[in-house]
């Protein structure tokens, strides 16, 4: 159950890219949905992968393209 909050915020992130057109470090926003889920036992790498595939198939560009 300690990993759908991380899950939502990764959700709420996505939501809020598509709504702006800006670029992100994507290894800054895992660490901060990290932070803010300390018992969560996941790497930055597994964030930030998920946070590429989400907003793949949301057709977001979340960096340089």
Not at 7 to 26: M, P
């Amino acid at each position: 159950m300690t990993i759908l909050p991380l899950a939502v915020g990764i959700a709420d992130t996505i939501l809020n890219a598509a709504g702006s057109n800006r670029r992100f470090n994507l290894v800054e926003v895992a660490n901060e949905l990290l932070r803010q889920h300390p018992a969560v036992d996941v790497s930055t790498d597994d964030v930030v992968s998920t946070l590429r595939e989400e907003g793949r198939l949301a057709g977001l560009c979340l960096e340089t393209c």
